[in-house]
C-alpha cells in the first residue's frame, strides 16, 4: 500500500510516499481502507519535534506514519471484533493505535471507532474524532456548561475551537471567543458573541468573569485563570504550555477546597459521544467547516497549511 512516511523531524519536506506492506488487525483491532484523515494540530507538533514528543521520541518521531482521525470501510476485523463487520463505513482514531492514517490502510483498536451514518460524508467524519470530541467533551463532559452561562474559550478559532463554540452555542451559552483577529469571520460564523484578538487582549484581564473557561492554549498562571472566572466557575484546560499543564495539575487537586473548579481535559474517544456529535452534523445542528480538501498525493501541503496556521477549519486528506 502507499503511505507518507514520517522519516525525521522537522517539517512536511520529511514526508516521503513509499511502498509499505498493508496492515494485519490485531485481535481487538479493524483493518480500514482510508477514505479521509483530517490533519490536526497534533501531527504538525509531531513532525516539528514539539518538546512533550521529543520526551517518547527522543531522536525519531515515534510514529511512522502519521494521520490519526479517519474514516473509511472495514476490510477485515480481529478475531475478537463482534460490534463492527467487514464492508461497514466507521470513521474513529488511531492515536492509541500506532496512528498511520496518512496511507491507503491502516489497523486500530475497534472501540476507537463507531459507525458512520450514510448521511454524514466520509470527509465530515474525520473531522470529529479529535477536534469534534475535544470541543465537544470540553463544553459538555468536563465544561459543564448550563443554558445562561457567559463562557470563554481561548483559540476558538481552531480545529477543536470551531467544534466547541457551535456546542456552548447549542447549549444556550453566551460566548466569548479568543483568537487572531483574522479568524473573526470565521469565529462569528460559528455562533461567537464576542470576539478578542489575542495579540492584542489577555482575556484574564477582561473587566468580566466567566461562569467556564476552556482553553486550548494555555500559558498564563493558574492566579489569572481564577481571576477571571466567577466564584464558582470552572476553567477546563484542553491544551497548552508545559508549565501550565503542570501548574492546572497541582490546581485540580485542590478541587474540594475551593469553589472555582480546575479541570484538565482528559478527551476519550467515547462512542456515544461519537454518534451524538454525528448526529448533530446530520441534523445541521452543528457544521463542520472544512477549509480545503487535498488529494492524497498532496499530503505534505496539507500537513504544512496546517503548520503554518493558514487554516480557517479543517484541513483533510482524500485519501481514496
Ligand atoms: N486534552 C487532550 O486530551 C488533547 C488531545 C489532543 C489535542 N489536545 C490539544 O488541544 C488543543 C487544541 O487543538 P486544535 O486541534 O484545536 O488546535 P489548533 O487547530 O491549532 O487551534 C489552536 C488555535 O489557537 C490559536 N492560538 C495560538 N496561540 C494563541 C494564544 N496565545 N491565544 C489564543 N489563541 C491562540 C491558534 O491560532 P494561530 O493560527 O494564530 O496559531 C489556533 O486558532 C491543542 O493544544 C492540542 O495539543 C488536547
Known amino acids: 500500500m502507499r503511505a507518507f512516511v514520517c522519516t525525521g523531524y522537522g517539517g512536511s519536506q520529511q514526508l516521503k510516499l513509499q511502498e509499505l506492506e498493508k496492515p494485519t488487525p490485531k485481535s481487538d483491532e479493524i483493518l480500514v481502507r482510508v477514505k479521509a484523515v483530517s490533519v490536526n494540530s497534533w501531527d504538525w507538533d509531531i513532525i516539528k519535534g514539539a518538546p512533550i514528543i521529543r520526551m517518547v521520541g527522543p531522536f525519531r518521531p515515534p510514529y511512522k506514519v502519521l494521520g490519526a482521525d479517519i474514516s473509511g470501510v472495514v476490510e477485515a476485523v480481529g478475531a475478537n471484533v463482534h460490534d463492527i463487520g467487514v464492508g ?20 486500530g483498536k475497534a472501540e476507537h471507532f463507531t459507525i458512520k451514518p450514510k448521511k454524514l460524508s466520509f470527509e465530515d467524519a474525520c473531522c470529529l474524532p479529535q477536534a469534534g ?15 445562561g452561562d457567559k463562557i470563554l474559550i481561548n483559540g476558538a478559532g481552531g480545529g477543536a475551537g470551531m467544534f466547541a463554540i457551535q456546542t456552548a452555542k447549542l447549549d444556550g451559552a453566551e460566548v466569548w471567543a479568543v483568537d487572531r483577529a483574522d479568524k473573526f469571520d470565521a469565529m462569528r460564523k460559528f455562533g461567537a458573541d464576542h470576539m478578542f484578538d489575542y495579540k492584542a487582549t489577555n482575556y484574564t484581564k477582561l473587566d468580566q468573569q466567566f461562569d467556564v473557561i476552556i482553553d486550548a492554549v494555555a500559558h498564563r498562571s493558574i492566579k489569572s485563570y481564577r481571576r477571571a472566572l ?60 472544512i477549509h480545503k480538501i487535498f488529494d492524497f498525493e498532496h499530503t505534505p501541503e496539507a500537513v504544512q497549511m496546517v503548520g503554518d496556521q493558514d487554516a480557517l477549519g479543517k484541513v483533510i486528506i482524500r485519501v481514496s
Do not use: C
Open 88 to 107: 461497514e463505513e466507521v470513521f474513529g482514531d488511531l492515536s492509541d493505535s500506532r496512528w498511520g492514517g496518512m496511507a491507503e490502510y491502516a489497523t
Open 133 to 147: 470530541l475535544l470541543g465537544f467533551q470540553g463544553i459538555r463532559t468536563f465544561g459543564e456548561v448550563k443554558k
Open 230 to 289: 466567577a466564584v464558582d466557575g470552572r476553567f477546563v484546560m484542553m491544551g497548552g504550555k508545559l508549565p501550565t499543564i503542570l501548574g492546572t495539575f497541582l490546581a485540580s487537586r485542590k478541587n474540594d477546597s475551593n469553589t472555582q473548579k480546575i479541570k484538565i481535559l482528559m478527551w476519550s474517544v467515547d462512542k456515544d459521544d461519537l454518534d451524538s456529535l454525528a448526529k448533530l452534523v446530520i441534523e445541521d445542528k452543528i457544521k463542520v467547516h
